[in-house]
């Protein structure tokens, strides 16, 4: 898993900041269109045009095909539990 940069930048939902992110199917550079997780409060987020990050709404959840909604889910809840064991 590569650990890809991204342009440095607060979080939308805890303000945390963020300036990099890894791909959980392809190696890959990240790019407009991506979703993610933020690893400090498991906001569900997508990439920009100029990989700015901006929080999903819940229609854009319910938007997403299957596979990738529960992809997404799955990492957030796992965020979740291992913020709540550290
Ligand atoms: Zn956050």
Redesign the pocket.
Known sequence: MTIHELPSQK??????V?DACTNTQEDRAPRAGDVTV??????R?ELDAGLRLRELSAADLVALDPVTRNQLELVARSIVAWRRLN
């Open positions: 979080c939308p939902k805890c303000g945390r963020q933020c690893f400090y409060c498991a906001a987020l």
